[in-house]
Structure formats: structure tokens, C-alpha cells
């Protein structure tokens, strides 16, 4: 059980490097009014919730202890994070406030999920 926690731990970074990467990528853009939601960070997105669900089931069938206020929060930030991502996925220019706060809410993300124990 712990190798298949441990591959879909990996499979969960590599969906936050997609979508912190694709608005890491856009850094550039964002500062003249050019950014845009990539497909990568809709799939990066998509592959952070699917993976994060299957390592809550995972754990919980393993016995191991999980932290559901933690969980229920990095889920709700996700959530947001998909709604923004999925609404501004095909437009041109997406305004510097929403494509920011992606960036911001991800990287929260990812320091509840390192910081939270």
C-alpha cells in the first residue's frame, strides 16, 4: 500500500508543478496585461484534485490518521483554484488580479501542505 501512496503523492507534485509552473511561466505576461490560463494548468488542477482524493482514500484504507480540517481546506482552495482556471480557460488576456490570485492560492496550497502536520 505505501508504493501506491507514494505514486500518487508523486502524480499530486507533478500536477502542482503544472499549474504553479503554468503561472510561473505567465509571470512575464501578467505584468503587461497578457496573461492567460494555460491547458496545463486545467490539467494540473484537474490532476491535483483526482490524485488528492485517491491519497485521502488511500490513507484512510491504510488506517493512517488524516487530517480532515486540513484536507477540507486545501480542498476548498483547490476548488476555487479550478473554478478560476476552468471559467478564464479560453480567453486572451485574463485581468492581473484573478491570474495573481491562481498564483497565490496554489502557492498556499502548497505551504498548508508542507507546514500543516
Known amino acids: 500500500m505505501n ?7 508523486g ?3 507533478v500536477g502542482i508543478a503544472a499549474l504553479l509552473g503554468g503561472f510561473l ?10 496573461a492567460r490560463m494555460t491547458p496545463g494548468m486545467l490539467h494540473g488542477a484537474l490532476t ?3 490524485t488528492g482524493v485517491a491519497l485521502v482514500g488511500l490513507n484512510q ?8 480540517l486540513k484536507i477540507g481546506i486545501k480542498m476548498a482552495l483547490l476548488i476555487v483554484i ?3 482556471v476552468y471559467v478564464k ?11 495573481g490570485l491562481v498564483g497565490l492560492l496554489t502557492t498556499a496550497n502548497v505551504f498548508i501542505a508542507v507546514l500543516w502536520t
Not at 508504493?3 to 503523492?9: A, D, G, K, R
Not at 511561466?25 to 503587461?32: L, N, P, W
Not at 479560453?90 to 485581468?95: F, L, T
Open 3 to 9: 508504493v501506491l501512496i507514494n505514486v500518487f503523492v
Open 61 to 68: 484504507a491504510d488506517d493512517q490518521p488524516v487530517n480532515n
Open 25 to 34: 511561466s505567465q509571470m512575464k505576461a501578467m505584468r503587461g496585461g497578457e
Open 11 to 13: 502524480l499530486h507534485i
Open 89 to 99: 480557460r479560453d480567453e486572451e488576456r485574463v485581468a492581473t488580479p484573478v491570474f
Open 48 to 50: 491535483m484534485l483526482i
Open 82 to 84: 479550478l473554478a478560476l
